[in-house]
T-cell receptor, first 115, second 114 residues
Framework: AQTVTQSQPEMSVQEAETVTLSCTYD???????LFWYKQPPSRQMILVIRQEAYKQQNATENRFSVNFQKAAKSFSLKISDSQLGDAAMYFC????????????FGQGTILTVHP | DSGVTQTPKHLITATGQRVTLRCSPR?????VYWYQQSLDQGLQFLIQYYNGEERAKGNILERFSAQQFPDLHSELNLSSLELGDSALYFC?????????????FGPGTRLTVL
């Protein structure tokens, strides 16, 4: 079974600075997808970014980018120019390409943004 | 707004009772997933339906059941409720099975069992 580990329960960053959230996963599969979801205080789960394992290029969405290291099974999220609205719980998630879509989530990292 | 709707937003009930949570997927989405978020278990996959048929099961208790109707909305039924069933229940939808499947989440139903 696949597992996802987020080793940082809490992180903090100053507004306008850059922060990196870590995620590692364990799988024996070669084809899969990785995601970062954001959960603000409203509790809504919001997709931030996704990465296909067969693509070597790291995904980027505006201020959000990932560092995908397939051999190391590492998938970190970098948030540049942090904003107060980025404060939330961030979840890393794994989905096998061969499954029917079940997401396996990490434990989450609470990000605090200081003004 | 993801386009996925869930009702009710909040539900307070007593142990031993039965409740039904409802989910309407995004327009055109055929696949519905249910997840449970609790403090001790984190976010866990419960069950998936695709176009009315059950496709995958996760850590879903026997006291829980779900179905997807012809109009594609889904219901999650929780019975013989226990204190430990208190959690946030999410529904997510995606447009199809396959490689480009991305799940979009509803706002969740917060269940409190007293």
């Amino acid at each position: 079974a696949q597992t996802v580990t987020q080793s940082q329960p809490e992180m903090s960053v100053q507004e306008a600075e850059t922060v990196t959230l870590s995620c590692t996963y364990d799988t024996s599969e070669s084809d899969y997808y990785l995601f970062w979801y954001k959960q603000p205080p409203s509790r809504q789960m919001i997709l931030v970014i996704r990465q296909e394992a067969y693509k070597q290029q790291n995904a980027t969405e505006n201020r959000f980018s990932v560092n995908f290291q397939k051999a190391a099974k590492s998938f970190s999220l970098k948030i540049s120019d942090s904003q107060l609205g980025d404060a939330a719980m961030y979840f890393c998630a794994y989905r096998s390409a061969g499954s029917y879509g079940k997401l396996t989530f990490g434990q989450g990292t609470i990000l605090t943004v200081h003004p | 707004d993801s386009g996925v709707t869930q009702t009710p937003k909040h539900l307070i009930t007593a142990t031993g009772q039965r409740v039904t949570l409802r989910c309407s997927p995004r327009s055109g989405d055929l696949s519905v997933y249910w997840y449970q978020q609790s403090l001790d278990q984190g976010l866990q996959f419960l069950i998936q339906y695709y176009n009315g048929e059950e496709r995958a099961k996760g850590n879903i208790l026997e006291r829980f059941s779900a179905q997807q109707f012809p109009d594609l909305h889904s219901e999650l039924n929780l019975s013989s409720l226990e204190l430990g069933d208190s959690a946030l229940y999410f529904c997510a939808s995606s447009d199809r099975l396959g490689r480009t499947d991305t799940q979009y989440f509803g706002p969740g139903t917060r269940l409190t069992v007293l």
